[in-house]
């Protein structure tokens, strides 16, 4: 996997609390500064490649990034019978952009991100990773606040919206993206088919943001699916929590799946596949019982943040 | 999750590779030392509790033990129709035993380690792990080679085998129950409705390893199949690998395993659940691709090792 | 210097500042807890053997724990042109009491440790630091809090104070031995040829500290002599101020060294030398500057800590 | 001294042996890369500034690049009466050449390093290193192998050598810079008053080495005088071996080495000082013994290494 005998003496240290410690060895650093909003480092791992790193933690490594864009992007659209116009908060490397653009069926996306210079820096030095979705016509992209931006727009006027933020940590820019008044304002703007879904931080390093976040979203929507995908670069699972105006994604069978995909010229996952798709919400049954019974409702008032 | 304001200067440390590090907090130490086969170091995290160290990997934590120890067990134990003779390889800490044993058909269980110095610290420090079980009457523990041991016994004796030995590291006591030439001791020694299922490594960090195990065991048994659990404390997701004498894990439907789990009265999982069942057999698109196109197989004379 | 082939994942992490951190493999943990006062840890280290731990930091290693205790006890001691009652606070292992006692003048050494705990478990775990020196008829344990104690002794009544706390920390048991407030009562239980001294934390990466522990001294008594030694497991030099009621140890040449060592019968060190004895305080000229002009005078209202 | 509260997940790693390592938390890495000869990685640490690191090996960083140059090079150029003509081999960033530079006697300073690569980012990066000194008229900068340029050398023609190489590693480029043959170059190159110094490593962790060369340059001199110095940053003390033709660097008492400073106008010293010259050589016991008994005469068959 790796040139184990070379000499590297950099590292890059993740903390999934402060009693779990990763240290990722580095090739290189291209680039280490901080923007008005966060600490920026994109760096090349010797396991995972390329990968940005947000406020010190893993934003998406060359590795494994499409485990988890393909994961949190292909479940809500194909549950949605037709998405056409879709708004991403978020997923600055351009990545998840790329999966939304992969259904043929999308006719705009508005991808909003906050901080110009982490989009600026990827457009850069993520290539690989945004594989020129910046430049798709279909594609356009708002700096500002997203929680600001989505308010913007008019009511019942989307099909998919993606919420890619960075955790929610104390004095970071996202906490206000975990809330019940930003999951109102995300139903209202959704149409009748609409379907949401938003990265909902680690299962078990913080299992109960995780809980509140998917109890808030059942607060709102009356429904909500949550499911989880392991990625290698975060030494943890990831969960997501989808919901939906009406429908659930359970109904779906993997003959559905196929030919939604396949109508929508979708090819080359390599993660998610339409056998996948119904196994992916199924849980374990500590998991099932951590959602229902840890957790609380979050408001603007009382954020939830991430144990760091 | 933790005392995280507590001063507490020690640490595990966890090598993926040498490029990624783990890094445990630990509370205290109860226990190291060298045996006749391996380092051994029973510590207590602040995020995982009371854990079992194996040439510095971790076997297995309070926290998340049944995580690893259902999904290794109770897939096989439910394939099979009616497991009455079981036979286990490793599993020092006794809580493999203690998930067999609580199938009610299963009228013998034989454990072998090939480490009584481990055997005996699991027993004395690891109560909350075997509750037991190297008490129950089922069980008859035999020190020794764990492969020697099950050559000598009859062909055609046992219902399931499961191999929970440590992994495969140059020098360490399990390269050869890795190989060929064991998994076709292990197949002679089945009945004709017989399982087995062996753990087989990290799924991202050893891939090669993996697919190098369920490659194997498909040449002996005609058939395989993996599965794998993301587990928190290895910071990483398991592999498994189950083939059959005769028939398919992914035939037996939610209703079949509910059924066959209420007949022996197994109760109080927390993990592994009828829902369950025929999903951990779905891989996601890479990992199919993974298993069947890389690896090679694996024999006495040209062993597998993980790439630590 | 060390097995460096054999596994060992146990790691003891000792602070400098949050940004230069030390990593020093174990052997094994001989003892883990917290007493009242402090977390307490008793290592055996691949590099430096047996060692004692307190609140996260080294206090001593049995590769160089001589290097520490001779350089904080006999420059003091051979300062005194006869030193029959001393007094020492702190000092749990029991080491700086065996070098003080190396010198035959002394007919008295009263330790005062505010850690029963600590002093029991060095008394049982590290015989190979102390030496017997707890069994010495010339040596009085007292447990209890060193100032106050010691402002119970007598005014004018010793001849030696040596000061062997831990470093102050925030929150812990030795703040309030760093103040102008404590010195004067130093100052006024010596004799006319009284001499104190105390260790002064690291001189680099606490220089404010030290540099605020000389000041303070030399308020009090109107002169300090600063000098250090380094010691390799603390990773860094270790700085100690001396001051005295009369004469400076600078005066004092080699030969009047050597005669009083001999008169003492004191032999065996590995450390401390005559010729060494003047060269001590004579101190590189970057450390003579901010020992002058960085600190300040620390009291019991405005302690002063070091920045961990 | 440092931002502590800012996020900023980038270390550095310095191993002084296997099992006892130093992690930096870095503010930015200007430059990571890999030269012909070694790797190279320049980055700005929290605790230490702006450091140059070969090989996983701090060479110097800004906040005490000072002590360790002084140290290497006054105490050698004092002790000579009038030194003209030096050659440096190693010293990449300037610094070396800086001080060498301060002593208005010399007429030409020949510095050689084997890496082009190397001295071209110092020249880049570190200006706060060498402010200016490559441009300084009197150096002559060659791109070699230090041994076949000073080789080629004529005889009697040099009144200092400064040897400031990486340290010996197996596959490094300096191995050969610490044998007994280099070392009678040396000899044959130097006037009759002629002075070399060399950096001998770190006088804990690698003592043998420290010890050998010791030994090793005594063998060919018929003198050596060992010294070291603590560097922070090196988080170790650092040794330095110094040879003459004829004379000691401990006859010149503080008066002689204020004139010679005085005389060849060297001021702004922040380290060494006339007061401290002669301290310097005085060692502590446990150290004169080892150099004494431990180590080896070191030949080109068989190198020394530190143990890394």
């Known amino acids: 996997m790796s040139d ?3 000499i590297a003496p950099l590292f890059l240290e993740e903390r999934h609390t ?18 008005r909003y966060q600490r920026v480092d994109v760096v090349e791992m010797f396991d995972y490649g390329l990968s940005l790193v947000l406020d010190g933690q893993i934003q998406s490594t060359a590795a494994d990034e499409w485990i988890y864009h393909e994961t949190l992007v292909h479940p809500a659209m194909v549950t949605h019978p037709k998405p056409v116009d879709v708004l991403l908060i978020g997923g600055g490397e351009g990545a998840t952009a790329r999966e939304i653009l992969r259904h ?76 019940r008044e ?43 699916y949550a499911y989880y995908v392991w990625v290698p670069s975060f030494t943890s699972a990831w969960g997501f929590v989808l919901a939906t105006r ?40 500590y998991l099932n019982e951590a959602l229902e019974q840890r957790g609380r409702i979050v408001t603007d008032d009382s954020p939830v943040f991430i144990p760091i």
């Open 104 to 179: 043929n069926t999308v006719r705009s996306l508005t991808m909003i991100d906050i901080d110009q210079e982490v989009i600026e820096l990827c457009k850069r030095l993520l290539g690989e990773f945004h594989q020129g979705s910046f430049d798709n016509p279909r594609l356009r992209l708002v700096i500002g606040d997203g929680r600001a931006v989505l308010d913007a727009q008019p009511d019942n006027s989307l099909d998919v919206i993606v919420v890619d933020a960075t955790d929610p940590i104390e004095g970071g820019p996202a906490a206000l993206l975990y809330t």
């Open 246 to 285: 009406r429908g659930s994604p359970r109904e779906l069978g993997e003959e559905e799946v196929r030919k939604r995909l396949e109508e929508r010229s979708v090819s080359g996952l390599r993660y998610y596949s339409p056998e996948l798709h119904r196994a992916l919400f199924i849980l374990p049954a």
């Open 182 to 224: 930003f999951y109102e304002i995300v139903r209202r703007k959704l149409r009748g088919d609409g379907v949401m879904v938003t990265q909902a931080t680690s299962t078990f390093y913080s299992a109960d943001c995780y809980a509140s976040v998917y109890r808030t979203i059942k607060s709102v929507f009356g429904n909500a």
């Open 4 to 6: 184990q005998g070379e």
């Open 18 to 35: 402060k009693n779990t410690i990763v240290l990722h060895r580095l090739k290189r650093v291209l680039y280490s500064g901080r923007t």
